[in-house]
């Protein structure tokens, strides 16, 4: 599913008097405040959207990493990473399926 599908969605199913232009542009601000939320965030940020799932920013310590081909290693400095917890809604209907 693209942003484009989204925006394709709510000009089908749901009544408003919203041009294309006006709905792809809410549906670009929600995902520029989640973004935002998730890159000035701080270890164990949470962004949680009910029924959906929570994004949580975690300390990713630093570690050894080897490349492949020449087997160098090289120090992976410690970094912030995202990761995604899925709400209820989510799972049930995950699990019907």
Known sequence: MTKADIVNWILRNKKTKLTRKEVQ??????????INELENAEDNTKVQI??????LVKRRASKI?????TKEEKLIPERLGISFKPGKHLKEALKKK
Not at 25 to 34: R, Y
Not at 50 to 55: D, Q, V
């Open 25 to 34: 542009e809410v549906v670009n601000k929600i995902f520029d405040k989640i």
């Open 50 to 55: 009910s029924g959906f799932g929570t994004f």
């Open 65 to 69: 990493g080897r490349n492949p081909k």
